[in-house]
Nanobody, 125 residues
Framework: QVQLVESGGGLVQAGGSLRLSCAAS????????MGWFCRAPGKEREFVAA????????YYADSVKGRFTISRDSAKNTVYLQMNSLKPEDTAVYYC??????????????????WGRGTQVTVSS
């Protein structure tokens, strides 16, 4: 069973940057596509970004394209989300998730089997 632990959240002013990390343990990291999702107060969980098991493909929500970058380091079993030009509407709890590389849509939450506990990102105006 994959265990995921997020870190790197915090309070930042609009226009600032944060880098979220998600450390994975358990089965081989290379067997999993990885994603980031967020949930703002009073809203449903939303897709943010995803990266294929090989690192060769990445996917982003329209709202973060050009501002956020997802990457993975297989040697460290870690996936990152670099968040630049942050906006107050990016405020949310951000969750890391893992899914088998063999099936499921990387942009859909129900495709993911394993979830971290989340890290809070707050962007002040």
């Amino acid at each position: 069973q994959v265990q995921l632990v997020e870190s790197g959240g915090g309070l930042v002013q609009a226009g600032g940057s944060l880098r979220l990390s998600c450390a994975a343990s358990g089965p081989p990291f290379s067997g999993y596509d990885m994603g980031w999702f967020c949930r703002a107060p009073g809203k449903e969980r939303e897709f943010v970004a995803a990266i294929a098991w090989s690192g060769s493909s990445t996917y982003y929500a329209d709202s973060v394209k050009g501002r956020f970058t997802i990457s993975r380091d297989s040697a460290k079993n870690t996936v990152y989300l670099q968040m630049n030009s942050l906006k107050p509407e990016d405020t949310a709890v951000y969750y890391c998730a893992a899914k088998s590389r063999y099936y499921g849509d990387l942009t859909k939450g129900p495709s993911y089997n394993y979830w971290g506990r989340g890290t809070q990102v707050t962007v002040s105006s």
